[in-house]
């Protein structure tokens, strides 16, 4: 059809635009743990500057041109260890360049390959439920004659998770940060997690990456634009940096709902969907920026399960996107969306977001809690080196989402994939605020503390109070009286304290203690301890 473009002609479409354009440099993605992202934001408020690395993963040439100065040369000299252009020596040691476990460096060609092991296990100290986690993979990465980079890492795993969590994948049918799953003795998971991408450097200031995975946007710990929170999915992006400005293009297919047996999904085609989002980031002052967020959520399958594919009509890559959905009588969910970061002092940085579902002024004016008056908005707080004590660091963040955000009036359309918010994991209709202690007396030994506590409000049987976006909006309960919380009453409060001792390069002993009280439900107080190399911890803090 004239209008759509379908995935196959999309995918060829992207794969020929690759190979017809010139390449001239590598762009690695970086892939930060903890302790990294602790010293790229202690990088940035010491120098008073700010990156444009508020859209994860960026890339390492952006984390490079951003900590150039200063406190900045440990982290930057880990990158460099591998990725500078001039080193030629051929490596084939097992941690011979001291970070990775295998690595290859020539003039035209560069690899590292690392294992991925997340072994951990412990104790609910009230019922006595063991909880484990047990994760085995491998990452490879490099780049090909200094014109592509690549990057792939896929784990088998299995886990036992808290019961909290259990309640979270009944409720959306699946388990936060995966997609496809299988039961595991009963009451455990098994599941299969593969991400990758190939990134070429088109032209000087224009990247392109086809890739598998997530992405996610902000500063601060939770995102209310686009978090990783919903799995793994095909994207292509485009990311062109120029003066001050950075802006990026994403096109991706997504999961719509699909059809489920005890629990797990039953083999089959799924419906699908796509997103397509530009995001504008804006450097106003030296320590100032600004990002513009903008997105649709569309389907074109019919009532007979014919997948009409892409609208071409949202392929302009600069294009107001709420005019393109208004022009094709509005069948689409247009999301709006702001992101800030200002460093103050060399100390502290201040960031936030606001998310724009829909809204009527007169009716926000008027004070009635009319349902589609839907946003949120966050705000957050990071002081550096606080009180004079070197690399301890303070966070508070505080997020509100309306009722019925995210939502719309074709359950297909809505802020989902695969059948989990894109945003933050409750959904909306809740209030959150989160405090984060962080502190590493040495270089291999970090401490955090996460307190967070939420006002929410949980949908009853049959009903839609508006927390879960994946229901159709026109089940709402009522068009006005709509307040943060309406429905079951539900306050969590969450503290968790971790430590971590980094025994080798990128290998990390862990210690986690949780404690867990939900309205109406049982505490959970969880004790555990583990081993990683080469990932991040699995946080299910909700």
Partial sequence: MLNFLSPKSFLFLAVSLL????????????????????????????????????????????????TSVNDSSELVQRYKLFYNKEKTRHQRFLYANNQDFYSVSTKDFKLRI???????????????ETIFTNTRGIRLSGTIDNKVSFHTAFTDNQARLPRYVDKQIALHQAIPYQNLWKKFKLTGYDYFNAQG??????????????????????????????SGYAGNMPYMRINTKIWKINYSNIYAKMTASFPTSGGVPIDGLYPTKYLTAHYLSIDILKNLNIGLYEAVVLSRTDSTGIDYGYDLAYLNPIIFYRSVEQNLGSPDNAILGLNMKWNVAKTLSFYGQFVLDEFKLDEIKSFKGWWANKYGGQLGAKYIDAFGVKNLHLQSEINIVRPYTYSHGRSVSSYTHFQKPLAHPLGANFAEAIGIIKYAPTHKLFFTTKATFIKTGRDGK???????????NQSKQQVYGN?????????????????????????????DILKRKETSQASTSYIGFGIRANTSRVQHNF
Avoid: C
């Fill in 462 to 472: 049959n009903q839609n109070w508006g927390s879960n976006p994946f229901l159709n």
């Fill in 19 to 66: 190979i017809t354009v010139p390449t001239r440099a590598q762009n690695i993605y970086t892939t930060l743990n903890q302790q990294e992202n602790l010293l790229l934001d202690k990088a940035e408020i010491k120098q008073g500057i700010i990156s444009h690395t508020s859209l994860k993963p960026f890339s390492v040439k952006e984390l490079m041109d951003s």
């Fill in 114 to 128: 690392n294992p991925i092991i997340y072994f951990s296990g412990g104790k609910n100290l009230i019922d006595k």
């Fill in 483 to 511: 307040r943060i919380g309406q429905g079951i009453a539900t306050k969590i409060a969450l503290i968790k304290f971790s430590a971590s001792y980094q025994v080798f390069p990128n290998i990390f002993l862990d210690l």
């Fill in 197 to 226: 991408y190939i990134n070429f450097h088109v032209i000087k200031h224009i990247d392109l990456t086809l890739g598998y995975g997530t992405l996610f946007l902000g500063d601060g710990n939770r995102s209310l634009l686009l």
